[in-house]
């Protein structure tokens, strides 16, 4: 079982930076695909990004191309979400979500592609 936690939400103001993180309690996150979604409320699940076991493969949602960035972070055993340029629609609570996939090539965004996932980190973006 794939027990993940993210940290790093909180409150911003508009145009600043957030780096998100995904952590896996009991085993390192090497063989799985893994994908940050967000909820807003009264909204549904949007997918992110998501990113190959190998990390050769990244995928990113169009309303966050080229502000969102994630990486794996083979020394501490974390994928992370680098969010630059928060806009107030980026107010959500994030999720990561993870998938046993070594050797997949490429990864969805779909929430329905995923079996386990975190709790959730609050991201409020407010002046």
């Known amino acids: 079982q794939l027990q993940l936690v993210e940290s790093g939400g909180g409150l911003v103001q508009p145009g600043g930076s957030l780096r998100l993180s995904c952590a896996a309690s009991?085993?390192?996150?090497?063989?799985?695909?893994i994908g940050w979604f967000r909820q807003a409320p009264g909204n549904d699940y949007e997918g992110v990004s998501c990113i190959t076991d190998h990390g050769r493969f990244t995928n990113y949602g169009d309303s966050v191309k080229g502000r969102f960035t994630i990486s794996r972070d083979s020394a501490k055993a974390t994928v992370n979400l680098q969010i630059d340029d928060l806009k107030p629609e980026d107010t959500a609570v994030y999720y990561c979500a993870g998938n046993w996939g070594p050797t997949i090539d490429w990864c969805a965004l779909e929430k329905r592609s995923y079996n386990f996932w975190g709790q959730g980190t609050q991201v409020t973006v407010s002046s």
């Open positions: 009991s085993v390192t996150l090497d063989s799985y695909i």
